[in-house]
């Protein structure tokens, strides 16, 4: 595997491909690394996007790997920008460039993530935007002025997000789910509901159970209930599709995601997948999910690179899925299980920072903090070790976390 002529060739230079192509050199690969890039623009990280990025516009400051990229020669990874990969080879080992070039690998990694869905009855409509890439960062932040109207269609991470930053920029924020309760994927409903309140009372109208039937050229969108929010600015964050063409098309086993397992193998032999165009055994549900994911993007790409370098010593990718979600003032921090059997809270709602622990059959499971990070990283640990510590003791205020931690993390035997 260390020599000159092996050849690493990734798809996708977000997060997951730029992270094993750098994770490989840390490791001391000595093969070639080609980074395969549909963007025009230098890699760049995306959670700032919905962030900080809507308010300064810079960016320098969310580049990946700057040092190691910009310095290619050093870093000896070639990235190929503006270039789409557009057919795999499997057997000849080939991937297919837009501009026609041919590049044979030795192993290929597909980090191709994922495309935001689209509403049809909306897809025409000038005003609809969608949030992925820094362009549509870029486009959103030049219509975001003082008293614009954004109109933004669904209550996930990214919908919040948004509002939180249209208000920030004085945007006038409407927000449309379809569901009777915001972040159905990815929040308990007590911290969904908590998250609601806060938005509510920061001054962003949202309308639960609705969806927008029509975006009409009169700078109105209508909603299914017939009623018209002036809108100036409409952003579509309802989900994503995995891009997972590339590997349908060379038969690789995918549905809306490319199944691997945790070294990245796809069902092809030498053809690996990363991030957010994969699916894989959820650990916190047993089931093969995409989680998308900007630490799972990177710990897939570390074990990968472990594999790819050594892999009698590599461990598979096993961590409890976990994410952020700065909306405003609140940070929400998740990891595992959104529902259990059982729930308590540690800390206090009123005071705005607090913890909801979920448990399964006895087990925790879950773990949702809102403004609570020291709470977060510690009963993260627990979830991770499927603790069995009572309700009783981690609601208890005076408890040390870190002290039930150093006797209860250690991984507990199966019931
Ligand atoms: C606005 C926003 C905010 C987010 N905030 C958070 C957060 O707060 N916390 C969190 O945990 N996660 C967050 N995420 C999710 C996180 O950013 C993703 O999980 C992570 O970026 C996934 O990385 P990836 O490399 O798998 O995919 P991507 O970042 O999507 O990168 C894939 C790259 O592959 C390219 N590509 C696709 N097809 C081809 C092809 N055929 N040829 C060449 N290139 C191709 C794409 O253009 C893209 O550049 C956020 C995501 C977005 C969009």
Redesign the pocket.
């Known amino acids: 595997m260390q020599t000159k002529v092996f050849h690493v060739v990734i798809?996708?230079?977000?997060?997951?491909?730029?992270?094993v192509a750098t994770r490989l050199r840390e490791l001391g690969f000595a093969g070639a690394v080609t980074l395969?890039?549909?963007?025009e623009?230098a890699?760049y990280?995306?959670?700032?996007?919905?962030?900080q990025f809507l308010l300064d516009g810079d960016a320098d400051a969310i580049r990946l790997q700057p040092e190691a990229l910009a310095a290619q020669a050093l870093a000896d990874i070639a990235l190929i920008r503006g270039?789409?990969?557009?057919a795999l080879d499997v057997r000849a080992r080939e991937v297919r460039?837009?501009d026609g070039r041919g590049l044979r690998w030795d192993r290929l990694v597909l980090?191709?993530?994922?495309?935001?869905r689209v509403l049809p009855a909306l897809a025409r409509s000038p005003r609809v935007q969608t949030?992925?890439?820094l362009e549509?960062?870029r486009a959103i932040r030049q219509t975001l002025t003082l008293g614009a109207r954004l109109l933004i269609v669904g209550g996930g991470?990214?919908g919040l997000?948004?509002a939180a930053m249209g208000l920030r920029l004085d945007a006038r924020v409407t927000l449309v789910e379809a569901a009777d309760r915001l972040m159905t994927r990815s929040a308990p409903a007590l911290i969904a509901e908590h998250l609601r309140r806060h938005h509510v009372d920061s001054g962003v109208d949202i309308r639960l159970g609705r969806s927008v039937a029509d975006a009409p050229d009169d700078g109105h969108a209508v909603l299914d209930d017939g009623a018209r929010v002036a809108a100036d600015l409409i952003v579509v964050?309802i989900g994503?599709h995995a891009?997972d063409?590339?590997a349908v098309q060379a038969g690789l086993a995918a549905d809306d995601g490319i199944f691997v397992d945790g070294f990245g193998r796809t069902t092809a032999p030498g053809v690996f997948a990363?991030?957010?165009?994969?699916r894989q055994r959820n650990p916190a549900t047993g089931r093969f999910e995409r989680?998308?994911?900007?630490?799972?993007?990177q710990g897939?790409?570390r074990a990968l690179a472990a594999h790819l370098t050594d892999p009698d010593n590599a461990v598979p990718y096993a961590e409890t899925p976990?994410?952020?979600?700065?909306q405003g003032e609140l940070r929400l921090q998740a990891a595992g299980a959104i529902t259990g059997d059982e729930q308590a809270i540690r800390g206090d709602p009123q005071s705005g920072r607090f913890s909801l622990i979920q448990w399964r059959d006895g087990r925790i499971v879950g773990v949702a903090a809102v403004n609570a990070a020291r709470d977060f990283h510690m009963l993260r640990r627990l979830v991770a070790a499927g603790s069995r510590l009572r309700p009783e003791v981690l609601t208890d205020p005076q408890a040390n976390l870190k002290s039930l931690i150093a006797a209860a993390a250690a991984p507990s035997t199966p019931a």
């Open positions: 798809v996708g230079a977000g997060m997951a491909g730029v992270s395969v890039s549909q963007e623009e890699p990280d995306r959670p700032p996007l919905s962030k270039n789409p990969a557009v460039l837009g980090a191709t993530g994922a495309r935001p949030l992925r890439t549509d960062a991470p990214i997000e948004l964050g994503v891009n063409e590339l990363i991030g957010d165009v994969t989680i998308e994911t900007w630490s799972n993007a897939q790409a976990w994410f952020w979600s700065d």
